[in-house]
């Protein structure tokens, strides 16, 4: 009976999803000429000189964090930001589509993936297609598919969660802009902020949360 009962647990916790913890480190990228002068149809903009002052105390108050590993959105603010803090410290650092920026903006028109592994060869970048920001999304939100675009971002985070499951790192920092990291987290960050979760928790999605987030695209 005490066998039955130890093995009927352990199949209910184990359909309950992962029990191992993670600790997530969210990381906004540090300031562009956006934040200067609001203009969204800027490209792909680097980093302002202010901007990379500002991650020098950023640096400073990450050192610390047992960070195994490093996604960052492959648009040039993010592997920028992700460059100034971890560069030299041994950590793998990956460029993903699963936390690259909505693409709801010129300025989310990103570099192809073959001309990032050439500027930047520090970085793991797997299966990133070459024009990695042409996601469905991306149509979806030209077409005024709203409800598309709300179920295709709830997949992105249930396959953000699916990747995390199979990964043994016990800390991982994400580096990326500030509407997906709020989808994924939950959290609102300034430029060059940071935000600590455990994973399994993170926030539970629905329509109003995405729908708010997705208005302040428009403004």
Known sequence: FFFFFFFFFF?????????????LVFIHHSDTSINLDGNYDVKDPDLTPYGR???????ERIQELPIELVITCPLTSSISTCLALFNGRCIPMMASNLVADLCLSPCHT????????????????GDLPDEWWKMEEFTAWQNGEHQQLIHLIKKRVNDLEHWLMSRNEKCIAFVCGNPILNIISGHNLEPALFTIIKWPSLP???KTTITSILEKQKT
Do not use: H, M, Q
Not at 112 to 120: G, H
């Open 110 to 125: 990103g570099v192809p993936a073959r001309i990032l592994k050439l500027r930047y060869p520090e970085f793991i970048y």
């Open 11 to 23: 199949w209910i916790c184990r359909l309950a999803g992962p029990t191992i913890d993670k600790i």
């Open 53 to 59: 002052e500002k991650l020098k105390s950023l640096k």
């Open 204 to 206: 539970k999605l629905n």
